[in-house]
Every structure is written in structure tokens, then in C-alpha cells.
């Protein structure tokens, strides 16, 4: 069983409409990371956060360390957006850096 | 910076033979991390390093995989035999600090073929 769990797993979206995506994780973790994967293949990180809200243009990542949970919200979603969104959680402490254990992914398609 | 490096880009081979991938980790950075993603099981963190030594292991299928970081600037993960299971595209990232609270920064990837 993932215990990164992201919803939902694929999501299709006209140009312009506001995004959501959900992430909830099993166990207390220091800090969250928001990844994103474009179809040729390459990842990047979008952000990471331990508290409140980050912004960066149109997209805004929020969690709730509490209720373990993070969202990452597209604004103005553009086809320029489409991608596969991965959030990922440091669940396991190793002595001196942690990996990240992922979530499966949310497939955006924003059609024009 | 020329960001994280790994090589080679695609790799093809028969099953049976041995298979080496390499990562360049962008320079000041003290944590390395191996991943291998596959349609199925998605994003998998395979090992990692800190200061060069491993940390956690645990993710490394069986001893077929071995991987070392022989000093900063270089780390290799190799499978040896390989196995058509093995298909997967292999991502190498690099941290500053532990990773926990710092971006990891990925490489291109490689995609990685056993017939």
C-alpha cells in the first residue's frame, strides 16, 4: 500500500479553469515536495513546504501538517500545464538523508 | 550549472548482461539519491547517500543492484545480471543538506531497455 496517496489520478480541464490536486500522506513528516513531469519525460521540483502556503505564478501549494494533507492548485490552467504532477514525502528517516516515497501521480490534461 | 548529470540518456541491452549507470550531482551538494520509475509501481527510491556513504538501502530490489559514491562528484548504480524486469527509466538526484527540507534536484534520467 502507497502511503503517499494523491487524487485524483488523471484529470482532464478546459484552458483557463482553476486546478486541484490532492495529496494525503500516513505519517507525521518535517516537509512535503510538489514534483512535476512533463510527457518527455523530465522532472522537476515546483516546491517544498513544511507549513502554510507557497506560491510561485500560477501555481500554489498549500499543507496541513495536522491533517496530513497538501493540495496543489493551478490557476488560469493553461495546455502549456499539462503534465503529470507527483507529490512525495520524506516517510522514512534514514541516519542522514531521507528519500522520498512518492505518490502515483496526477495526469492533467488542460485542452484548449 | 550544468545541473545533474547522468549517462548514458537510453540504454539497450540483453538480459544476462551487466549494466552500469552513472550520475554527475550538481557540485556542493551532499545528498544523492537513486530512483526508478516504471508504469507500474511509478517512482521508487532505490538508495541514497550523504556524505558519500549509503544510507538506506532498503529499496534496492536484490543483490543483482549495487550502487557506490566513490567520491562527491560521482555515483553508479549497476545491475549485474541484468533482467527484462529491470526496464525502467532510472532518475539520479542531488541535495543540499539531508534532502528532507532542501529540493532535490533530478537529472534527465535513463531509459533503461533489457530484451
Known amino acids: 500500500k502507497n502511503e503517499v496517496e494523491q487524487s485524483p489520478q488523471n484529470l482532464t480541464a478546459q484552458e483557463g479553469e482553476f486546478i486541484t490536486i490532492n495529496c494525503s500522506y500516513s505519517?507525521?513528516?518535517?516537509?512535503l515536495h510538489w514534483l512535476q513531469q512533463h510527457p518527455g519525460g523530465g522532472i522537476v521540483s515546483l516546491f517544498m513546504?513544511?507549513?502554510g502556503k507557497k506560491k510561485h505564478g500560477r501555481l500554489i501549494a498549500t499543507i496541513n501538517i495536522q491533517e496530513k494533507h497538501s493540495s496543489l492548485h493551478i490557476t488560469a490552467s493553461h495546455p502549456r500545464d499539462s503534465a503529470v504532477y507527483i507529490c512525495?514525502?520524506?516517510?522514512?528517516?534514514?541516519?542522514?538523508?531521507?528519500?522520498?516515497?512518492f505518490g502515483k501521480g496526477t495526469h492533467l490534461i488542460i485542452q484548449p | 550549472d550544468a545541473g545533474v548529470i547522468q549517462s548514458p540518456r537510453h540504454e539497450v541491452t540483453e538480459m544476462g548482461q551487466e549494466v552500469t549507470l552513472r550520475c554527475k550531482p550538481i557540485?556542493?551538494?551532499?545528498?544523492l539519491f537513486w530512483y526508478r520509475q516504471t508504469m507500474m509501481r511509478g517512482l521508487e527510491l532505490l538508495i541514497y547517500?550523504?556524505?558519500?556513504?549509503?544510507?538506506?538501502d532498503s529499496g534496492m530490489p536484490e543483490d543483482r543492484f549495487s550502487a557506490k559514491m566513490p567520491n562527491a562528484s560521482f555515483s553508479t548504480l549497476k545491475i549485474q545480471p541484468s533482467e527484462p524486469r529491470d526496464s525502467a527509466v532510472y532518475f539520479c538526484?542531488?541535495?543540499?543538506?539531508?534532502?528532507?527540507?532542501?529540493?532535490?534536484?533530478f537529472g534527465p534520467g535513463t531509459r533503461l531497455t533489457v530484451l
Open positions: 538526484a542531488s541535495s543540499t543538506g539531508t534532502g528532507v527540507t532542501d529540493t532535490q534536484y
Open positions: 505519517v507525521g513528516i518535517s516537509a
Open positions: 513546504l513544511s507549513s
Open positions: 512525495a514525502a520524506p516517510l522514512y528517516s534514514g541516519g542522514g538523508a531521507d528519500g522520498l516515497t
Open positions: 557540485s556542493g551538494h551532499n545528498s
Open positions: 547517500f550523504n556524505n558519500n556513504v549509503p544510507i538506506d
